[in-house]
């Protein structure tokens, strides 16, 4: 083959293989739903509607979930404190998987006047996948627990998934997935790649242009070289 036809021989693999890299990019989709949730409160039935928002986060071989709550939920007659009210939540596995994860997070960090929607904090997670595919991650029931009494909300419009993931079991996986809530609320994946589709786009166009660079370091290495075996005949 001569010079001409291996240098683009070698340029069009290195398209190629960026092409290849980009194509099998993870399936990750987040979207906000919003959740009619139906209180049991010490006071009698209450309900809201608040938008839903779980993140995944990469984090050894698992992933740090998210789920944030944009709107407040359910209230108190009374003021609480700082620290007087604890949250904590269930998120539904779907697709790939099945079962529960839960989340939880701190107290309230500031009082919460009377007869004003209760904001919920962060709540996090870690989910290891034990099956590879598509696992969706859909709100569940939230819990709140103050002044020694207990509340219960419960989506009643069949929320869609929040989150869905494209994972892959480690190895000696079994059935279901496997699940352990944080305390913190705190995202402790900074650093890490997030799983949403912007961040995985970026991530995989990068490490594909990483593949064109290195063919294109390829071609250039052999341009010299053959321009230098001809400078010396």
Known sequence: MSYRKR???????????????????????????DVNYQCKTPIGDK??????????????????????????????PV????????????????GADSGTLAVSGPANDAAIPANTPIKISDLSGTYTPKKSGEVTFTAGVLTIKA???????????????????????GSGGGAGGSAQGGGSGEDTGAGLPQTGPEDSAVALGTLGGTVLLAGAAGALWLTRRHQGARAGR
């Open 147 to 169: 002044l020694g009494t207990t509340t219960t909300c419960t989506p009643t419009n069949d929320p869609g998934p929040s989150l869905t993931l494209d994972v892959s079991a």
């Open 47 to 76: 309900s809201a509607v608040s938008p839903i928002d779980i993140k995944g986060v990469k984090s050894g071989s698992g992933y740090r979930i998210t789920m944030s709550w944009q709107k407040g939920v359910s209230s108190s």
């Open 7 to 33: 240098t683009a021989a070698l340029a069009s693999a290195a398209a190629l293989a960026g092409s290849a890299v980009w194509m099998a990019a993870p399936v990750a989709r987040a979207e906000v739903v």
């Open 79 to 94: 003021e609480l404190g700082k620290g007087a009210m604890t949250p904590s939540a269930t998120i539904a596995l779907g």
